[in-house]
DNA sequence: CACCTCTCCTGCAGGC
DNA sequence: TGCCTGCAGGAGAGGT
């Protein structure tokens, strides 16, 4: 379950291990992870073939490896990808998916048990994928725009937990991440958007963008081996989570014991009492209309 | 557009 | 022991 931080661990390392190299073959070992490619298995195999890595770029939890020519290798991890570096001759793991042979000893393989990740072709896609383009900038991104985005966020009606995880609106932040930054913001993640003070949606950006780069921080020292690896267990399942995972666990600022409900089929955790569920947006009375 | 729900996929935990 | 169900979750598809 790679979050931002852990996208950017492998990015580093593709940049390290695999620019500059050529794909000499490659081999789709199943459909599935490259059913976004336009030409299907074959078609990836044949673009992907003979082009020469430039670079590693990511944005959100994208990643994508601009080729010469100008086209990219898009990718996502999804749930449970990985993008390994291994010798040629190393044994295949369990679920390797994608095998991408690099001039040189190594390969670059796709290894994804649930295989909601997957890889693509971007043609012209080098700078930026057309496909991810409406995709939003992280906040640990240099460009990323902290006005426009406190100003879009409260022009919004939805909760504010569906909005951090809005793609669009800002990128890189997935469950866990959301319920640890509304935690340390005191605020329910279904308090509309629209209903926040300019403070809160301030202290909120702070706090994601704390959470992404504390985890960062540790995830990033671990990844200095030949091979980059992404398998769960690096960052967050260190650090100790305020909110996420901890139902019935004592709230670390007032003790009472942190909730879990059900939300966008799959789980919120928060504080009931430092989090307090907003009441019921007030029903505007209807404006009158006025004549000119 | 904004907003929301459904869906994809596998392995594991828990109940009986 | 083994079957069944539920759960984990990013983000695209598609409906309103």
């Known amino acids: 379950m790679p979050e931002l931080p852990e996208v950017e661990v492998v990015r ?14 490659v081999e789709v070992l199943h459909p599935r992870p490259v059913r ?5 298995p074959e078609g990836f195999a044949a673009a992907l073939s003979g082009r020469v ?7 959100g939890k994208y990643l994508w490896l601009p080729l010469d020519g100008g086209d990219a290798l898009l990718g996502h991890l999804g749930m449970s990808g990985q993008m390994l570096v291994q010798p040629r001759d190393a044994a295949p793991e369990r679920h390797l998916r994608v095998r991408m042979v690099l001039d040189g000893p ?6 994804d048990q649930r295989m909601f990740g997957g890889l693509s072709m971007s043609p012209g896609g080098a700078e930026l994928p057309p496909e991810i383009a409406h995709i939003a900038r992280d906040p640990i991104d240099p460009a990323f725009d902290d006005a426009e985005f406190v100003a879009r966020l409260r022009r919004r009606t939805s909760g504010v937990k569906r909005l951090l995880l809005d793609q669009g609106l800002v990128s890189g932040v997935g469950n866990i991440y959301a319920d640890e930054s509304l935690w340390r913001s005191r605020l329910h993640g279904e308090r ?7 403070a809160q949606a301030w202290e909120l950006l702070g706090h ?17 081996a030949l091979y980059v690896n992404v398998n769960g267990q ?3 399942f260190d650090r100790s989570l305020d909110a996420y995972g901890q139902e019935g666990r004592p709230c670390r600022r007032c003790g009472t014991p942190i909730r879990r409900v059900a939300f966008m089929n799959r789980s919120s ?14 029903v505007r009375p209807a404006t009158a209309a006025v004549p000119d």
């Open 106 to 111: 190594r390969e670059l393989r796709f290894v």
């Open 53 to 59: 890595i430039e670079g590693a770029r990511r944005r």
């Open 234 to 236: 690096s960052g967050y």
């Open 192 to 198: 509309p958007g629209d209903g926040l003070t300019r």
């Open 208 to 224: 994601v963008r704390a959470v992404m780069g504390e985890a960062l921080a540790q995830g990033g020292t671990s990844f200095d």
């Open 12 to 25: 580093a390392g593709l940049e390290r291990h695999v620019v500059g190299r050529t794909v000499e073959r």
């Open 36 to 40: 976004r490619d336009p030409g299907g």
């Open 269 to 282: 955790f928060f504080c009931g009492v430092c989090q307090p569920v907003p009441r019921r947006r007030r």
